[in-house]
């Protein structure tokens, strides 16, 4: 999923190993998007298939999903404050879009492996999370660049190294995830900031939505025009949370930063039930009633973690 966020943009040349089922080509994940990293046939970079005006329709609508909903998302985690802001900020979004567009135009068989592919990736972008707010208290320049430095050095590694068990994909992303949130909750002691006024600024908004949009189209498009190495590393760039990030240290300070990154380390799991959701439904009811009990399931998943993110400090 490009972030994902709403999921926030994750990838690895993955292939998904099923008894008595043959192996799609690798596959890119990401936060965002799912997508096979090489293969043969018509593509452009490392998106086999992939057609000039497939890739712009592609591209225009991670720019109007994210910039949408990373716009949105913000303003309503800070009328809200950290905790529900947290939750918010990540519920699907370019995901929805990612895997409709894979489905439509590499089947739905194909999406559903892919999608078994997300844990992974959402491991790196976790990792990429903590980095972030540990690192923002001193600027917001060093907080983007050695966050940055991180999630490249490790989906580099993670990309020339790939693990396809997927129960170990799944231990690592619950290991990076609760770890991650225990040192930010007791170690670092990061508390959580009540909601802030966030008046209604139509030329504010604006700003946000192309900023946040141009982020995440920018990282598609580099992902699918890439040669097939560097394509399975930017497929998995966390756009989606880089330019959620940005835009809440610049409007609400690196608190709420640090406040809304730590509860998005544990609500990053509802981008793991989506994924899983479109590999069990998609299948077996198709696209459109797959996506909406997709989407629902991780709405009722990010709901359950409501009583414990009261308990927040």
Wanted: glycine letters at 10%; aromatic letters at 10%.
């Amino acid at each position: 999923m490009t972030e994902t966020g709403s999921g926030y943009t994750l990838p690895l040349t993955i292939p998904i190993k099923r008894p008595g089922l043959s192996l799609p080509p690798p596959v890119c994940v990401s936060g965002a998007a799912a997508e096979p990293a090489s293969g043969g046939g018509d593509r452009i970079g490392g998106f086999q298939g992939m057609e000039t005006g497939e890739l712009a329709i592609r591209v225009a609508l991670s720019f109007l999903t994210a910039g949408t909903w990373i716009s949105l998302a913000t303003l309503a985690g800070e009328k809200l404050g950290s905790r529900a802001g947290g939750l918010i900020v990540n519920l699907p979004s370019n995901i929805v879009v990612s895997f409709l567009f894979v489905a439509l135009t590499r089947g739905v068989a194909f999406t559903a492996d892919a999608a078994r592919a997300i844990p992974l990736g959402m491991a790196i972008n976790t990792l990429f999370i903590f980095i972030f707010i540990l690192a923002v208290r001193r600027s917001l320049p060093f907080a983007v660049l050695s966050s940055l430095a991180a999630w490249f050095a490790v989906a580099a590694a993670a990309s020339a190294f790939p693990i396809r068990s997927l129960p170990l994909s799944l231990v690592i992303y619950l290991l990076v995830c609760v770890g991650g949130f225990l040192l930010a909750e007791f170690g670092t002691k990061i508390r959580s900031v009540p909601k802030k006024p966030a008046p209604w600024n139509p030329r504010g908004m604006l700003i946000r939505a192309l900023f946040a949009g141009t982020v995440v189209a920018s990282a598609v498009l580099a992902a699918q025009i890439a040669p097939p190495y560097v394509t399975g590393i930017l497929a998995s760039f966390p756009a989606v949370m880089m330019s959620t990030f940005v835009i809440l240290t610049l409007t609400q300070g690196p608190d709420f930063t640090r406040a809304t990154g730590k509860v998005l380390m544990l609500s990053s799991s509802n981008i793991i039930v989506y994924a899983f959701g479109v590999a069990y439904f998609y299948p077996r009811l198709g696209i459109v009633a797959g996506t909406l009990i997709s989407f629902a399931g991780a709405v009722v998943w990010i709901s359950l973690f409501l009583p414990l993110v009261r308990r927040i400090s």
